[in-house]
Nanobody, 124 residues
């Protein structure tokens, strides 16, 4: 198992930016593909972005493409989500997830390691 701790959430005005971080510990970070998901009140958890072990092949939900960027620093055992041009509909709890499969998945059922989440609130 790998332990994941998110940070960087907060309150921001529409059009602003935030950078989320997810620090991993417990297992070799480079064994894992990493992803970000989010869950808004009253809604199901949804995929945001994913990245492969090497840092290549990023995947994005259509709703964030062009505004969010996922990256990882394997030397620091950390994955990031840079969020620009934030909108009120981006308001949610954001979760970091890890998976050791060969393929990079965009569905939450494939991920068996999760952080506790960090709240992002975008005001209009």
């Amino acid at each position: 198992q790998v332990q994941l701790v998110e940070s960087g959430g907060g309150l921001v005005q529409a059009g602003g930016s935030l950078r989320l971080s997810c620090a991993a510990s417990g297992r070799t970070f480079t064994y894992y593909n990493m992803a970000w998901f989010r869950q808004a009140p009253g809604k199901e958890r949804e995929f945001v972005a994913a990245i492969s072990r090497s840092g290549g092949s990023p995947y994005y939900a259509d709703s964030v493409k062009g505004r969010f960027t996922i990256s990882r620093d394997n030397a620091k055992n950390t994955v990031y989500l840079q969020m620009n041009s934030l909108k009120p509909e981006d308001t949610a709890v954001y979760y970091c997830a890890a998976d050791r499969s060969i393929l990079v998945f965009t569905t939450d059922v494939q991920y068996d390691n999760w952080g506790q989440g960090t709240q992002v609130t975008v005001s209009s």
